[in-house]
């Protein structure tokens, strides 16, 4: 059932045309903010995004971008601006993976990550803040991963870029919360979005299902009900924080 926690907000999700980042953007949508889904390839996959907000009732508007090009991600920013004339909420969540062993992994595996993963959400946040901090309100929610806490063989450069990003996440939300604004990060464990876990032989769920305390995977939504806490009224005093979404197995 939707509802009208976040009435009249206005949030951008970055990576939001698919898997989780979708998830969250339908959600902050039936929780009754307009959305704008950022893409940089998967134009139908966003506006099929958008299409399933507008025929529930919402209101959401697709807005192309690398978030690692600084301009790009300026002009993201600057485009909800003249959507909707203000930002209250902004969710980095665009992430890429390029998995290798370390001695396999080439400069150009390890830049590209940590380009995106971080620095997107570096460059979507500075040109955000200015717009939260004239309002002293908003809302940052930086996905993150469990693999930034405890590292995962084979993922040097996507852990770097998580664990990195859960330092800015402190570092940001100490500089802003006598504005009012917060800044806290999720770390999703195994989430089934038909991806990664698909991709997994049987033995190997096995093993990883072995290791989690709840004894199942996660799902798009478990995060995405996370994020809508983090955005709404309740959550005020919750800022600097990395909760973890992963069935008790790092926590």
Known sequence: MATNRLAEQVALVTGASRGIGAVIAQRLAKEGAKVAINYQASKEAALQVVRGIVDAGGEAVVLPGDVSKEKDAETLVKSVIEQWGRIDILVNNAGITRDRLLLRMTVEDWDRVLEV??????????????????????????ISSV?????????????????????????????????????????????????????????????????????????????????????????????????????????
């Open 117 to 142: 993963n971080l620095r997107g959400a570096f460059l979507c946040t500075k040109y955000v803040m200015p717009h939260l901090i004239r309002r002293r309100q908003g809302r940052v929610v930086n």
């Open 147 to 251: 693999v930034g806490i405890g590292g995962n063989p084979g993922q040097a450069n996507y852990a770097a870029s998580k664990a990195g990003l859960i330092g800015f996440t402190k570092s940001v939300a100490r500089e802003v919360a006598s504005r009012n604004i917060t800044v806290n990060a999720l770390a999703p464990g195994f989430i089934d979005t038909g991806g990664m876990v698909d991709q997994m032989t049987e033995e190997a769920k096995k093993t990883v299902l072995g290791r989690i305390p709840m004894e199942r995977f996660g799902n798009a939504d478990d995060v995405a009900e996370a994020v809508s806490f983090l955005c709404g009224k309740g959550a005020g005093y919750i800022t600097g924080q990395v909760i973890t979404i992963d069935g008790g197995m790092v926590g």
